[in-house]
């Protein structure tokens, strides 16, 4: 699901793309990570990175 990050003042375009990421089961809330969109003619990639945490590494 790709939604759109609420950016305040003037902007072109509908501004950045932001990925929503699902929660798991056992997780509060949803993550967020922003979509870069390269396009060339007719051709388009998007990527998005991200990373699973290990069990040191949870936010608190």
Do not use: F, W
């Not at 509908?14 to 990925?19: I, K, L, Q, R, T």
Request: with cysteine; glycine share 14%; aromatic share 2%.
């Amino acid at each position: 699901m790709i939604e759109r990050r609420q950016v305040e003042g003037e902007r072109l375009g509908s501004g950045p793309p932001v990925a929503r990421i699902r929660s798991g089961e056992g997780q509060a809330e949803d993550a967020s990570a922003l979509v870069s969109i390269s396009h060339d003619g007719d051709y388009a990639t998007a990527v998005c990175v991200g990373h699973e945490p290990s069990n040191g590494d949870t936010k608190s």
